[in-house]
């Protein structure tokens, strides 16, 4: 798959909802890793995670007084079925023909159908029962902003993880896609087969055209990092206007949501930033000199 859908597919999730995609989910993002983000791919490069023992050392080398080991990232509750869309993508229910093809659709625990804008890209992302892991807020971010070994990287504040999820990137054909996350059937006389018993979830998906990801653990284990937060430390100077001094920040607004290392994307994911639509949705973004 071209790179540049991939990074495509990131950016579209990100402007709705402020997150970043893991486009491999099987491939672990942990709480408190840090690096910066390919530019050319959006995936996150790890260089280390703050809950390293050699991490640590950094903070005693530079006389912060913080022991990390006493703040563990904390673990929030299982959460209803979690679908992220992206502009331009319009939400139907499953129609009647589509519905009769899922055995058991009754008791899909997700189903629907998603119409795509022609002419423009949109994408889908769908996360069964996710739980959030983060940082405890409040509390680690302020000592972190004093490591210079983390001046300009990216940190991953929270992730979520999930046993099941389905990725969708709609073409510009005006396309559509049918999604339903359904019990599986039990094999006839499959030994240890009791009454009421499956073999777990799968997904049903009709997408003539677009691209597909999905996955099911088998045995239903939060095996699959789909989303995750970053946030850089903001510059280390104090900032004027007019005449007074702005209050500085503190806490966890010494950490901010930056925007993406690339500039706006044309609907092949590349940059294109003399795009006049693409000028209109940011009209203050100068050309390159």
């Not at 769908?126 to 490591?147: A, D, T």
Request: charged share 25%; aromatic share 10%; with cysteine.
């Amino acid at each position: 798959m071209p790179s540049y859908m991939q990074r495509k597919y990131i950016d579209l999730i990100r402007q709705v909802s402020s997150k970043w995609v893991n486009w491999d989910p099987p491939i672990e993002i942990r709480v408190g890793a840090y690096g910066t983000v390919d530019k050319e791919t959006g995936e996150l490069i790890v260089e280390g995670n703050i809950y390293d023992p050699e991490f640590q050392g950094e903070l005693d080398k530079q006389g912060v007084k913080f022991n990390l080991a006493d703040y563990p990232p904390q673990e929030g509750p299982i959460e209803d079925d979690f679908i992220i869309a992206s502009r331009g993508a319009k939400r139907q229910d499953l129609s009647a023909d589509k519905a009769a093809d899922v055995p058991d659709i009754a008791n899909a625990s997700v189903k629907g159908q998603w119409l795509f804008q022609r002419g423009k890209r949109g994408a889908v992302l769908i996360m069964h029962n996710p739980r959030q892991v983060f940082l405890p807020p409040n509390v680690i971010l302020e000592p972190l902003y004093q490591v210079d070994k983390l001046i300009d990287k990216w940190l991953v504040t929270s992730i979520h993880l999930c046993p099941a999820y389905s990725m969708y990137l709609s073409d510009m054909s005006g396309d559509k896609v049918s999604l339903a996350l359904v019990a599986q059937a039990p094999i006839a006389g499959a030994v240890g087969d009791t009454a009421g018993a499956n073999d777990g979830l799968s997904w049903s998906v009709d997408a003539r055209t677009g691209l597909v990801r999905k996955a099911c653990d088998p045995a239903g284990n939060y095996s699959f990092t789909t989303l995750y937060s970053l946030r850089r430390p903001i510059k280390r100077f104090r900032r004027f206007i007019r005449d007074t001094i702005r209050p500085d920040p503190t806490g966890d607004e010494l950490w901010f949501n930056d925007s993406p290392p690339w500039d706006p994307l044309d609907e092949e994911g590349e940059e294109d930033e003399f795009d006049p639509a693409i000028r209109a949705v940011d009209p203050f973004k100068r050309p390159a000199p």
